[in-house]
């Protein structure tokens, strides 16, 4: 079983900067893809980014030129680097990494982080 834990969340003021970091324990055999969600109160989970092993990189719309995407090299884990934030930032960011074993695919989340901008 693979353990996934967020962290880096907190608060920050409007146009501040966070940086999020995602760990996987539990021996993933392989770390195919990952990338962060969001869901804010009242609202539906939001992909925020992705990252494959091969660097394919997806972002939503709204935090395009903001926010950025990478991996540790070795684990294979995804960062997510938040700049210029703003209130509409503001909710609990869920890690996900997916694993492959042999021809199947399992996905693993974390239980979140909580982000809040203040002005």
């Known amino acids: 079983q693979v353990q996934v834990v967020e962290s880096g969340g907190g608060l920050v003021q409007i146009g501040g900067s966070l940086e999020l970091s995602c760990a996987a324990s539990g021996s993933p055999s392989r770390i195919v893809a990952g990338g962060w969600y969001r869901q804010a109160p009242d609202k539906e989970r939001e992909l925020v980014a992705s990252?494959?092993?091969?660097?394919?990189?997806d972002y939503a719309q709204s935090v395009t030129g903001r926010f950025a995407i990478s991996r540790d090299t070795a684990k294979d884990t995804p960062f997510l680097q938040m700049n210029n934030v703003k209130p509409e930032d503001t909710a609990v960011y869920y890690c996900?990494?997916?694993?492959?074993?042999?021809?199947?695919?399992?996905?693993?989340w974390g239980q979140g982080t909580q982000v809040t901008v203040s002005s």
């Open positions: 990252i494959s092993s091969d660097d394919r990189i």
């Open positions: 996900y990494v997916d694993v492959q074993t042999g021809d199947m695919r399992f996905r693993y």
